[in-house]
T-cell receptor, first 111, second 112 residues
Framework: NAGVMQNPRHLVRRRGQEARLRCSPM?????VYWYRQLPEEGLKFMVY????????ESGMPKERFSAEFPKEGPSILRIQQVVRGDSAAYFC?????????FGPGTRLLVL | QKEVEQDPGPLSVPEGAIVSLNCTYS??????FMWYRQYSRKGPELLMY????GNKEDGRFTAQVDKSSKYISLFIRDSQPSDSATYLC????????????FGQGTILTVHP
């Protein structure tokens, strides 16, 4: 049973470009969560999604960031016009209940 | 005041020692308590999950929750070098169901 899958594992972007991070939840899980881990900081919640619905986006920056979890396909976290401060590890988690299982993360580096 | 405070460490112990990791939280509405282990440059791995006050044991790991004091602990018995990692407490529930609130993490090193 495959775990949570994320790709790419590493992503390098120049300032002003767009970053797209993908997450495929564990089989049977319909809840997806995105977290960000900045250097020397803990994991911070960004957004909680179910299929075609955003449940809680209280942790998402107001501009440039968006997330979706379409009926078919992976969840996507999209960052437009990236800045150096967006450099971080982005983790996706999925669940079918209270316990969340994390993917390996995407490490975004903005040059 | 942060919602979840975790002893930052770092912690360095000899192999075989008992390790105690601790977190406090401020919101009494929190209901679910988890401990994750994160190896360097990897994703967090769920170790323990509990929702009630008391102890829960799984092998060398024991999770303890005291809701009256808003205090949670993870004990590792007979620690091994392979336990060297960052340990994160995480709490769920309250008004934002689904959102995990993490402690800052404690870096543990177990030396042979």
């Amino acid at each position: 049973n495959a775990g949570v899958m994320q790709n790419p594992r590493h992503l390098v972007r120049r300032r002003g470009q767009e970053a797209r991070l993908r997450c495929s939840p564990m089989k049977g899980h319909s809840h997806v969560y995105w977290y960000r881990q900045l250097p020397e900081e803990g994991l911070k919640f960004m957004v909680y999604l179910q299929k075609e619905n955003i449940i809680d986006e209280s942790g998402m920056p107001k501009e440039r960031f968006s997330a979706e979890f379409p009926k078919e396909g992976p969840s996507i976290l999209r960052i437009q016009q990236v800045v150096r401060g967006d450099s971080a590890a982005y983790f996706c988690a999925s669940s079918s209940g209270e316990t969340q299982y994390f993917g390996p993360g995407t490490r975004l580096l903005v040059l | 005041q942060k919602e979840v405070e975790q002893d930052p460490g770092p912690l360095s112990v000899p192999e075989g020692a008992i390790v105690s990791l601790n977190c406090t939280y401020s919101n009494s509405a929190f209901q679910y308590f988890m401990w994750y282990r994160q190896y360097s440059r990897k994703g967090p791995e769920l170790l323990m999950y509990t929702y009630s006050s008391g102890n829960k044991e799984d092998g060398r790991f024991t999770a303890q929750v005291d809701k009256s004091s808003k205090y949670i602990s993870l004990f590792i018995r007979d620690s091994q070098p392979s336990d060297s990692a960052t340990y994160l407490c995480a709490i769920n529930g309250g008004t934002s169901y689904g959102k995990l609130t993490f402690g800052q993490g404690t870096i543990l090193t177990v030396h042979p």
